[in-house]
């Protein structure tokens, strides 16, 4: 079974500093990864996917991240963080087994973007 | 284009009522999924279709039944709600291993 680890509930930043969001998984096989976004009291919005291309993915509003299969890591990073970029962050692994493309997700980390 | 929608947008029952959340999409997409969010931890799958008089269950199916008689509608049933069904429920579209897209939620409350 897939899985993923979001190693902090809570990340805090000051407003123009690096963004860094860690995200571990577990998977018998290569998996296919996402970030999403959720604003508060909003839906998902998706930031990147990894689906076995480049190991480094760009995605939406400056955010990137890089495939790690050595160290199981999908870690989200961003240069310079925004206050719009305040919100939770989920990382999530996809299952493909039995029909269907089955999303996993992990327990989020909620991004905080001071002055 | 207006995606995936979700009816109700909020909805408070009583223990022991039911109710049916829709849900629609205007993708074509085969694939369609309900999610429940609660506190900590994250999105969790309850059922999915793989297409049009499929479903399957996810992670969390006790005390929900869908149903998916139309390709472009995914229904969401609590035959006798609960209070610890009271969640945020998302329902979600896509293609095979392609990006799902998600409606803007519904939020129940079980009294």
Not at chain 2, 79 to 103: D, I, L, N
Request: aromatic share 10%.
């Amino acid at each position: 079974a897939q899985s993923v680890t979001q190693l902090d509930s809570h990340v805090s930043v000051s407003e123009g500093t690096p963004v860094l969001l860690r995200c571990n998984y577990s998977s018998s096989y290569s998996p296919s990864l996402f970030w999403y976004v959720q604003h508060p009291n909003k839906g998902l919005q998706l930031l990147l996917k990894y689906t076995s291309a480049a190991t480094l993915v760009k995605g939406i509003n400056g955010f990137e991240a890089e495939f790690k299969k050595s160290e199981t890591s999908f870690h989200l990073t961003k240069p310079s963080a925004h206050m719009s970029d305040a919100a939770e962050y989920f990382c999530v692994v996809s299952d493909l087994t039995g029909g269907g493309n089955k999303l996993t997700f992990g327990t989020g980390t909620q991004l905080k973007v001071e002055l | 284009n207006a995606g995936v929608t979700q009816t109700p947008k909020f909805r408070v029952l009583k223990t022991g009522q039911s109710m049916t959340l829709l849900c629609a999409q205007d993708m074509n997409h085969e694939y369609m999924y309900w999610y429940r969010q609660d506190p900590g931890m994250g999105l969790r799958l309850i059922h999915y279709s793989v297409g049009e008089g499929t479903t399957a269950k996810g992670e969390v199916p006790d005390g929900y039944n869908v149903s998916r008689l139309k390709k472009q509608n995914f229904l969401l049933g609590l035959e006798s709600a609960a209070p610890s069904q009271t969640s945020v429920y998302f329902c979600a579209s896509g293609s095979g291993v392609e990006t799902q897209y998600f409606g803007p939620g519904t939020r129940l409350l079980v009294l």
